[in-house]
């Protein structure tokens, strides 16, 4: 929707300080500029007026301008602003709720229109986590190569991190903020985190989990990436943080053998959320100590360059983004 949401408004109109299209009514919802509600849905999503700027190729002035101008039409204040976040407002909450289905509907429409009115073809090599790109995203590239017969894809399940410089890879799907500065990161699932996880069977058979401190008394599978053994978990809850040096006996380098382990019984497993988030739903793992979070882990579309954000790219990453945001939407 970006490239539509910010076309509507035509340079004359922008002149005269008037949109180029009727005022659109959704229920009680006005609003005059489709590429605001954009805006304000990115803001709440990420936390950050500069981020939400960055992911959709605007200046932070231009998002500002934006968000002013939208609570002024609506007569409410959206956001708590301070110098270092933005939280919405009670108001802002029910508006967002609002939102949310009109800007999925139109990414879906715009997808729609483009397939219909242009070739968009080309090849893509991408590179994607193991356990999440086998269970979750798979599925989703066969709707998306279905909407675009043309798009040669070509997959590399791995849970190293590829480099987009130096390897045959076009995109690389990857948790957590990439350490080069010089790469363009495209959030997919910004907020998100790392949880507790164990079957039934093993919750059953051993001591109750009621503090993260607890770890100590529990077996614990580890997920290993090159010579980096991951036995370090950190929580927060509130102001209060704690990290626990945890014990086990199986260790992998492949994070759906560690998933698999969990639920069959073999202990306690510290992954990202929408990686077991099926998991939890058919009952197959369960959250322990869910009042506290473990490390974020934002999910992000990465490549080497700007230019590469072909047309293409941006129509996979709005699909992405959105079946991610059907997916977390349960949990």
């Known amino acids: 929707m970006g490239r539509a949401g910010r076309a509507i408004i035509s340079a004359q109109d922008r002149c005269r300080g008037r949109p180029s299209f009727s005022l659109f009514q959704a229920e009680e919802l006005k609003v005059k500029y489709i590429a605001d509600l954009e805006i304000f849905v990115r803001v709440a999503q990420l936390g950050s007026l500069t981020a939400a700027a960055n992911s959709m190729d605007l200046s932070p002035a231009?998002?500002?301008?934006?968000?002013?101008?939208?609570?002024?039409?609506?007569?409410?204040?959206?956001f708590l602003r301070t110098t270092r976040s933005m939280?919405?407002?009670?108001?802002?909450?029910?508006?967002?709720?609002?939102?949310?289905p009109l800007i999925a509907g139109l990414l879906e429409a715009e997808q729609e229109l483009a397939s219909g009115s242009s070739v968009i073809s080309g090849n893509l090599q991408?590179?994607?986590?193991?356990?999440?790109?086998?269970?979750?995203?798979?599925?989703?590239?066969?709707?998306?190569?279905?909407?675009?017969?043309?798009?040669?894809?070509?997959?590399?399940?791995?849970?190293?991190?590829a480099n987009v410089f130096k390897q045959p890879i076009d995109l690389a799907i990857r948790y957590g903020v990439p350490p080069d500065s010089n790469m363009v990161a495209l959030p997919l699932v910004p907020d998100n985190w790392r949880v507790l996880c164990a079957s039934p069977a093993y919750v059953m058979k051993h001591p109750p989990l009621q503090h993260p401190r607890d770890l100590v008394q529990h077996n614990c599978l580890f997920y290993m990436?090159?010579?980096?053994?991951?036995?370090?978990w950190r929580f927060t809850a509130g102001d209060d943080q704690i990290e626990v040096e945890v014990q086990g006996n199986r260790v992998a380098d492949d994070s759906d053998a560690v998933r698999r382990w969990a639920i069959d019984g073999h202990g306690i497993c510290y992954r990202s959320r929408i990686d077991v988030a099926q998991d939890i739903a058919a009952g197959?793992?369960?959250?322990?100590?869910?009042?506290?979070?473990?490390?974020?882990?934002?999910?992000?579309?990465?490549?080497?360059?700007?230019?590469?954000?072909?047309?293409?790219?941006?129509?996979?990453?709005?699909?992405?983004?959105?079946?991610?945001?059907?997916?977390?939407?349960?949990?």
């Open 225 to 232: 990436l090159g010579d980096t053994l991951y036995n370090h």
């Open 87 to 100: 939280r919405l407002t009670s108001e802002g909450e029910r508006f967002l709720a609002r939102c949310r």
């Open 126 to 161: 991408i590179s994607m986590p193991s356990d999440l790109g086998r269970n979750v995203i798979l599925r989703w590239l066969d709707e998306f190569q279905i909407r675009y017969p043309a798009i040669q894809l070509k997959v590399q399940m791995s849970d190293r991190i």
């Open 284 to 331: 197959r793992l369960q959250v322990l100590c869910p009042d506290w979070r473990g490390e974020s882990a934002p999910l992000y579309l990465l490549c080497a360059d700007r230019k590469q954000v072909s047309p293409t790219v941006r129509l996979l990453r709005e699909h992405l983004e959105l079946r991610f945001r059907e997916f977390s939407a349960g949990f």
């Open 62 to 78: 231009v998002a500002s301008t934006s968000l002013k101008r939208l609570e002024a039409e609506l007569g409410k204040l959206l």
